[in-house]
């Protein structure tokens, strides 16, 4: 990158086709394309083991080295995260957390994460680097009296380490582990809901929160230097479970059964309100290096933004306070907004695909396995029924508990009624852009049948072929 592009603006100025950057040439970013720099490894056994022992014994996941954190405190704490946030902080005290979620002034998602209140005047938020860079903006602009300790994840973290390390333990067994790992019992204070407890001596903060399967799950964090007393105490206590460390590969495969649509595009690009806060983004942070991928292609990357309601966020949009983004979203109709649902592939278009790579000619777009999207959180595939479009879908995989290939998508209300079919339409066009992930390739067709997230067949069944995804 030239050395005179130094904000994101000048970086917008120099690429006046946006998606076509993002689309073509941007680096990307560094997590699963460069998974080598964290760590962890990809497999500790087999990812299909691991992504089965979320529904069948228990897997842990080590979370500490992929996600940034933010510590927000001091006597304006409060107040900048409440006029940041959608959400409501009526009930927001120590012992609930909150999937946080911050909006451009014209309503579109910035980013979500999880906000941890540890007292009035101090918080910890995990997750979504576009996100804790407009907090730090808007701290910095407001005049608000806080302090803000920005710790990056470790692939950008020049310090060789984390502030405080972080797990996720997951399955049927978890609670018996954990619990065998505290020595006492321990608390159940619901969903989101956290708690203190100690494993090998270390007092760790927990939040009840699962990231694959159904079953009681704790997100266990804790100082960093203790990080592997606790990992090992809780292998202990697994051995008789039969606890399988989770990889890298497994844990990014597990949003397609948790039905967590994650990254969204962060929608800082286009508003003439925003150029200041572009201007203070540097040109080679997050939001200069995702990419974008599938047969999606927007003429403007506003194609690409999201509203709280597209993402399944209605719930938590809260007008109880005064927050940027607020009069806009009070103009949008939930109603009309698309719907977050799963898409059940057709597993004999799936095979056909597969089944191109041993033909003559251009094959079909490789489905990788266990995640088949090919770019850093920006694939969009489109959507089709009737062959008009219909939707966007992302996070595409297979699951070994569900023996299929699913997706999540974001499609129109008329079309988003479990059992409905549509089309996805994989791969992109013009046989493939430049990314080096992509090879030349063509578009086909896969069938697929609109189902519930979070998704699991043995709870929706609405028989016959289609509810297979067959």
């Given at each position: 990158m030239p050395a005179h592009v130094q904000s994101l603006q000048d970086l917008l100025d120099r690429n006046p086709d946006l998606v076509g950057y993002f689309y073509h040439d941007s680096p990307g970013l560094n997590t699963r394309a460069q998974a080598g720099r964290f760590p962890i490894p990809a497999e500790f056994s087999n990812w299909r083991d691991e992504q089965i022992a979320w529904r069948e014994s228990a897997v842990l996941f080590n979370q500490t080295h992929h996600m940034p954190?933010?510590?927000?405190?001091?006597?304006?704490?409060?107040?900048?995260?409440?006029?940041?946030?959608?959400?409501?902080?009526?009930?927001?005290?120590?012992?609930?957390?909150?999937?946080?979620?911050?909006?451009?002034?014209?309503?579109y998602v910035i980013g979500d994460c999880i906000l941890?209140?540890?007292?009035?005047?101090?918080?910890?938020?995990?997750s979504s680097m576009p996100l804790l860079n407009w907090i730090e903006y808007?701290?910095?602009?407001?005049?608000?009296?806080?302090?803000?300790?920005r710790d990056n994840n470790t692939a950008e973290n020049t310090s060789g380490r984390r502030?405080?390390?972080?797990?996720?333990?997951?399955?049927?067994?978890?609670?018996?582990?954990?619990?065998?790992?505290?020595?006492?019992?321990?608390?159940?204070?619901g969903l989101f809901r956290t708690f203190t407890t100690s494993v090998a001596g270390v007092e760790l903060l927990v939040l009840r929160h699962g990231m694959a399967g159904r079953h009681k799950a704790y997100e266990i964090s804790g100082p960093y230097a203790a990080e592997k007393i606790v990992h090992e105490a809780l292998l202990r206590a697994g051995e008789e479970f039969g606890l399988v460390q989770g990889g890298m590969t497994a844990y990014y495969s597990a949003t397609q059964?948790?039905?967590?649509?994650?990254?969204?595009?962060?929608?800082?690009?286009t508003s003439a309100a925003l150029r200041e806060y572009r201007e203070w983004l540097p040109a080679?942070?997050?939001?200069?290096?995702?990419?974008?991928?599938?047969?999606?292609?927007?003429?403007?990357i506003a194609d690409y933004y999201t509203t709280p309601f597209d993402l399944g966020y209605g719930k938590i949009v809260t007008f109880d306070h005064d927050f940027i983004g607020r009069e806009a979203l009070e103009r949008m109709d939930p109603g009309a907004a698309r719907r977050k649902v799963t898409l059940v592939w057709n597993r004999d278009d799936v095979l056909a695909v597969l089944g191109s790579l041993l033909e003559e000619g251009t094959p079909a777009k490789f489905i990788d396995f266990p995640l088949a999207d090919y770019a850093t959180l920006g694939q969009r595939d489109q959507v089709l029924a009737d062959g008009e479009p219909a939707g966007l879908s992302t996070f595409c995989g297979y699951s070994a508990n569900e023996r299929r290939m699913l997706s999540l998508a974001m499609v129109d209300p008329a079309h988003a009624e479990p059992g409905t079919e549509v089309v996805v339409l994989w791969g992109e066009p013009g046989g493939g852009s430049r990314k080096p992930r992509v090879e030349r390739h063509r578009q086909v067709e896969v069938r697929a049948t609109v189902a519930p997230v979070p998704f699991a067949y043995s709870a929706w069944s609405t028989g016959g072929t289609n509810a297979l995804g067959r």
């Amino acid at each position: 990158m030239p050395a005179h592009v130094q904000s994101l603006q000048d970086l917008l100025d120099r690429n006046p086709d946006l998606v076509g950057y993002f689309y073509h040439d941007s680096p990307g970013l560094n997590t699963r394309a460069q998974a080598g720099r964290f760590p962890i490894p990809a497999e500790f056994s087999n990812w299909r083991d691991e992504q089965i022992a979320w529904r069948e014994s228990a897997v842990l996941f080590n979370q500490t080295h992929h996600m940034p954190e933010l510590f927000v405190t001091g006597p304006d704490a409060r107040a900048l995260l409440n006029r940041v946030g959608v959400n409501s902080f009526a009930n927001l005290a120590p012992g609930r957390a909150k999937q946080f979620v911050g909006c451009t002034p014209e309503g579109y998602v910035i980013g979500d994460c999880i906000l941890y209140p540890h007292g009035d005047d101090s918080y910890e938020l995990v997750s979504s680097m576009p996100l804790l860079n407009w907090i730090e903006y808007q701290a910095g602009i407001g005049g608000w009296k806080v302090d803000l300790v920005r710790d990056n994840n470790t692939a950008e973290n020049t310090s060789g380490r984390r502030t405080r390390f972080r797990y996720q333990l997951d399955g049927p067994h978890a609670a018996a582990i954990f619990e065998k790992a505290a020595g006492a019992p321990i608390p159940d204070p619901g969903l989101f809901r956290t708690f203190t407890t100690s494993v090998a001596g270390v007092e760790l903060l927990v939040l009840r929160h699962g990231m694959a399967g159904r079953h009681k799950a704790y997100e266990i964090s804790g100082p960093y230097a203790a990080e592997k007393i606790v990992h090992e105490a809780l292998l202990r206590a697994g051995e008789e479970f039969g606890l399988v460390q989770g990889g890298m590969t497994a844990y990014y495969s597990a949003t397609q059964e948790s039905g967590w649509i994650a990254g969204p595009v962060p929608a800082i690009y286009t508003s003439a309100a925003l150029r200041e806060y572009r201007e203070w983004l540097p040109a080679d942070g997050w939001e200069g290096r995702w990419q974008l991928a599938g047969s999606f292609r927007g003429d403007s990357i506003a194609d690409y933004y999201t509203t709280p309601f597209d993402l399944g966020y209605g719930k938590i949009v809260t007008f109880d306070h005064d927050f940027i983004g607020r009069e806009a979203l009070e103009r949008m109709d939930p109603g009309a907004a698309r719907r977050k649902v799963t898409l059940v592939w057709n597993r004999d278009d799936v095979l056909a695909v597969l089944g191109s790579l041993l033909e003559e000619g251009t094959p079909a777009k490789f489905i990788d396995f266990p995640l088949a999207d090919y770019a850093t959180l920006g694939q969009r595939d489109q959507v089709l029924a009737d062959g008009e479009p219909a939707g966007l879908s992302t996070f595409c995989g297979y699951s070994a508990n569900e023996r299929r290939m699913l997706s999540l998508a974001m499609v129109d209300p008329a079309h988003a009624e479990p059992g409905t079919e549509v089309v996805v339409l994989w791969g992109e066009p013009g046989g493939g852009s430049r990314k080096p992930r992509v090879e030349r390739h063509r578009q086909v067709e896969v069938r697929a049948t609109v189902a519930p997230v979070p998704f699991a067949y043995s709870a929706w069944s609405t028989g016959g072929t289609n509810a297979l995804g067959r």
